[in-house]
């Protein structure tokens, strides 16, 4: 998917959060950040290079909430 220029926008403004449980090295981090139009964006701190996944709210809000029920706990 090709980021446009709008949304490049909007995801260098973002307020990108992590997880406390990420390691405080900078590694293992994979942060989240809530955009407009009920759209969430998350990417890999070790993958810079490759453009953030885009999820409509609906998507992210079911993953977090299989997440926190350990449907993931693989």
């Known amino acids: ?3 446009s220029d709008e949304l ?3 995801l260098k403004a973002a307020q ?3 997880s406390t ?3 405080s ?3 293992n981090c994979l942060y989240a950040a809530k955009l407009s ?3 969430y964006a998350i990417r ?3 993958q810079p290079d490759v453009e953030p996944m885009i999820l409509r709210g609906s998507v992210f809000r079911a993953f977090v909430g299989g997440a926190k029920l350990g ?3 693989f």
């Open 71 to 73: 449907e993931f706990d």
């Open 44 to 46: 890999d701190s070790e």
């Open 1 to 3: 998917m090709k980021i």
């Open 16 to 18: 990108w959060t992590k």
């Open 21 to 23: 449980l990420s390691s």
């Open 8 to 10: 490049g926008v909007e």
């Open 37 to 39: 139009g009920d759209r």
């Open 25 to 27: 090295q900078g590694g």
